[in-house]
């Protein structure tokens, strides 16, 4: 088990740009979340798939963000034309069935729009 | 919708003594409950949940929370906290079946254990 896995851990990145950001949940885990956290504040919840499929989205999730989970494993966090306000950590995590088991967060993916 | 209330921002205390650190939470139907810990710089670590059964959950490093279905409060306790407790502590709550899989977290309470 080598836990929730994101990568980069850091990104700065000019205002309008794309940015993507990786998560590699722990392996078997069927379930995949993302949330954002801003500073001073406790985690958002995004987005999160069972599988492949992506079942629930937050209405923070904009037309400018759209998240993949291609083969059930992996999956990707993208954010087209950057705005300042997209400033914040982006954790991604995983679980097998919930709320009976644990949710694991990865280190979570740093974004600093400039 | 539900919401989640951390009473306290900030809670200074000293090695050794003990600390609370206060949750409500608003909803009229079945709540999942979860208090998390978040170090400097890495993600979030779950400390204990509350699912259903006894209202006094355990959990890890030495930290218990209340589950209080009449006061929508479920406090997190330690009788003797360590300069290693110092972190950064969410409550959460996930209500019945209607949320799916979302955790709607408070907005943390900042543990600080001075020597």
């Known amino acids: 088990d080598t836990g929730v896995s994101q990568d980069p851990r850091h990104k700065i990145t000019k205002r309008g740009q794309n940015v993507t950001f990786r998560c590699d949940p722990i392996s078997e885990h069927n379930r995949l979340y993302w949330y954002r956290q801003t500073l001073g504040q406790g985690p958002e919840f995004l987005t999160y798939f069972q599988n492949e499929a992506q079942l629930e989205k937050s209405r923070l999730l904009s037309d400018r963000f759209s998240a993949e989970r291609p083969k059930g494993s992996f999956s990707t966090l993208e954010i087209q034309r950057t705005e300042q306000g997209d400033s914040a950590m982006y954790l991604c995590a995983s679980s097998l069935q919930f709320p009976r088991n644990t949710i694991y967060f990865g280190e979570g993916s740093w974004l600093t729009v400039v | ?115």
């Open chain 2, 1 to 115: 919708a539900q919401s989640v209330t951390q009473l306290d921002s900030q809670v200074p205390v000293f090695e050794e003594a003990p600390v609370e650190l206060r949750c409500n939470y608003s909803s009229s139907v079945s709540v999942y409950l979860f208090w998390y810990v978040q170090y400097p710089n890495q993600g979030l670590q779950l400390l204990l949940k509350y699912l259903s059964g006894s209202t006094l959950v355990k959990g890890i490093n030495g930290f218990e929370a209340e589950f209080n279905k009449s006061q929508t409060s479920f406090h997190l306790r330690k009788p003797s906290v360590h300069i290693s407790d110092t972190a950064e502590y969410f409550c959460a709550v996930k209500v019945g079946r209607t949320s799916g899989s979302r955790l709607t977290f408070g907005e943390g309470t900042q543990l600080t254990v001075n020597p």
